[in-house]
Each structure stands twice: as structure tokens, then as C-alpha cells.
């Protein structure tokens, strides 16, 4: 892995990405319709315009492509959906394979089993939640990550596309934007000091996060190990975590916060939520380390290094469409 095209590198998981892609000696190019604030190569364009993308890249040469750009929710426009997370991936699929890149890996989600916020909790078959687990996608966001791994393993089958990939649990970590940008808004009450809404319905509820830097490890991982390919793996954090676990983390950070139920999300609906990482330790040698008490200190040193003050809030689009209940 020597140069490394970075799809979405402007968002919330891609910035994480670019950096330890940099800190590895990697070469990497970002691609996306806005340019990230950090300096480094950029390409500008829209995935889901075929023939500008082409011209976009005709002058480059890549070995891996880490496809990342993406809705983070349902919008509640089907059409559009379909164009940037279905279409937008088979453009850039194309470019993977005229390119005959050696290492093709696409951000899923846990929403392609089927549990996304805005439709209502069916619960797993059994827990952990492995990567055997039946897909029942109900609503368009959870249809078209579903769509956009049956997409790549069709190219990585039939036209050696070598194709990985991992579907995200709900990320955590600082400067939150994109799919992120929940975790903007409990910064700011972090660093407020007084109270603090936390991602649970209730303290017995278990959800499953991952730390963003567990995130971009994973997909290192992910493109440097040849095993990998043609896989799905889960990316999540090395356990589950309780709504009580989780406020009392809050608790030992902020001394005397008050710690709220409520949020208005979560992929569990108070019910219980959890996923194996059997897998990609086993085939790939791969844990995550970072828990939830590392997490919410990871956002704690960047509310006090600044990092709420240098970054604008430009983001106040909100998603969370599904299936209407009747």
C-alpha cells in the first residue's frame, strides 16, 4: 500500500483515516465534493457524475481505494439514496477496476442487518451478532448499505475487484461532522459541564460503539492483509456497553455532570445490541483497542486542546427517516 485514494476524506471517519494513513508513510489523495480543512492532495468531484469523476482521476495511479463517501442516514429521499450509495459506489467501483487497484475496502454499516434508528427494533436472532447474521434491511438507508455490499462483492466475483468490507457499529469520536455529528452536540454539553444527554434510551440498554481510531486501524488492516479480501467483517469496539456503563464514564470524566437518558437515536431502542469481532481476529489477526471510557476521554482531551473553538459547525442537516409507523 503506497498510494491510497481516500473516498469521503472530508468526513467524520475520513479525516481519521488520512491521518494515519500520513503517519504510516502512506501517499494518500482525498476525493470528495469539499475539501478538508488540513492540507494535503484533494481531489474535487461527485461520485455520482460518472464522466467528471473519470476525467478527475484520469491523471492518477492508485494500488488501494478506501471508499468512505456516503449519506450517513436516510434522507427520506429514495432517489437520491440510490444515486450516491448505490450509483456513487459503482463509479468509483469502476475506476477500482480499470485501475486494477490491489486492495478495494467499503465503509458498510451494522444498519445492512437491518437495525437503523428510525424503524422500529426487531431484535437479532442471537447475540453476538456475527457476520452469518441474517441482512433484513427495512428502510432505504439500511437497503442501500445492504445493496452496496452485494455491488462490491459482485465486482470482487466477477471482475477481481478485491473487494473488503466493514461494517461500522456507531462511531465515537471528536470533531464530529457527518455521520458523526451527534457527537458534536454532546461535546458541547461536555464541555458545558452541567448536564449531558447520552446515546440510551436506558441504563439497561446495550449498544455496541467503535472509537474512530479503531475505525481507521481496522481499514489498514483491512487493505494490508490478503486474507481479507472477498470478506465482511463487523467493526466494533472490543465489548458492548450498558446505559449505566456508559454514565458512569461520563461520571469519572466530568465530575458532577448530570448524566440524561433519552437521546433521541439509537440503534437498539432501549432493547440490547452486540456484535462479534471473532472474525476479523481471526482471519486477519486484527482487535480493537479502544473502549468506551477511552472514547469519551478522546473527546474530553480534544474539547480541552481547543478542538471545539477551531472547528465551525457547518453541518445542521439531520437525518433519520425510515419506515412510518402506521
Not at 247 to 256: F, K, M, Q, S
Request: charged share 25%.
Amino acid at each position: 500500500m503506497k498510494k491510497v485514494l481516500v473516498t469521503g476524506a472530508a468526513g467524520f471517519v475520513g479525516g481519521e483515516l488520512v491521518k494515519q494513513l500520513e503517519e504510516k508513510g502512506v501517499e494518500v489523495v482525498g476525493l470528495g465534493r469539499s475539501k478538508p480543512p488540513e492540507n494535503g492532495q484533494f481531489i474535487r468531484a461527485d461520485i455520482t457524475d460518472a464522466a467528471a469523476l473519470d476525467d478527475a482521476v484520469k491523471d492518477y495511479s492508485f494500488d488501494t481505494i478506501m471508499h468512505l463517501a456516503s449519506l450517513p442516514g436516510d434522507t427520506g429521499n429514495p432517489r437520491e439514496m440510490i444515486q450516491v450509495n448505490v450509483n456513487g459506489l459503482q463509479n468509483i467501483l469502476e475506476i477500482a477496476r480499470r485501475m486494477e487497484v490491489q486492495r478495494f475496502v467499503l465503509a458498510s454499516s451494522i444498519s445492512a442487518y437491518e437495525w437503523y434508528p428510525a424503524t422500529e427494533f426487531n431484535p437479532p436472532d442471537y447475540l453476538p451478532v456475527d457476520e452469518d447474521h441474517p441482512c433484513r434491511p427495512k428502510d432505504m438507508y439500511s437497503t442501500s448499505k445492504h445493496m452496496q455490499e452485494l455491488l462490491s462483492l459482485t465486482y470482487f466475483r466477477q471482475y477481481d475487484v478485491p473487494a473488503v468490507i466493514l461494517r461500522l457499529t456507531a462511531v465515537v469520536g471528536p470533531a464530529g461532522r457527518g455521520g458523526g455529528r451527534g457527537w458534536r452536540d454532546f461535546a458541547e454539553q461536555m464541555a458545558e459541564g452541567k448536564s449531558v444527554q447520552i446515546p440510551h434510551f436506558s441504563g439497561d440498554e446495550m449498544c455496541h460503539y467503535v472509537d474512530i481510531r479503531d475505525v481507521a486501524r481496522m481499514f489498514v488492516a483491512a487493505a494490508e492483509r490478503q486474507k481479507a479480501i472477498g470478506h465482511i467483517f463487523n467493526c466494533c469496539g472490543p465489548r458492548s456497553t450498558r446505559g449505566s456503563d456508559f454514565a458512569r464514564a461520563i461520571a469519572d470524566i466530568v465530575p458532577g455532570i448530570k448524566v440524561e437518558f433519552g437521546y433521541p437515536w439509537s440503534m437498539a431502542q432501549g432493547k440490547q445490541l452486540c456484535f462479534s469481532m471473532h472474525k476479523a481476529k481471526e482471519l486477519i489477526g486484527y482487535e480493537p483497542k479502544f473502549g468506551i471510557d477511552d472514547s469519551l476521554r478522546y473527546i474530553k482531551d480534544w474539547i480541552e486542546t481547543g478542538g471545539l473553538q477551531q472547528m465551525k459547525r457547518t453541518d445542521k442537516k439531520t437525518y433519520g427517516h425510515g419506515i412510518q409507523k402506521r
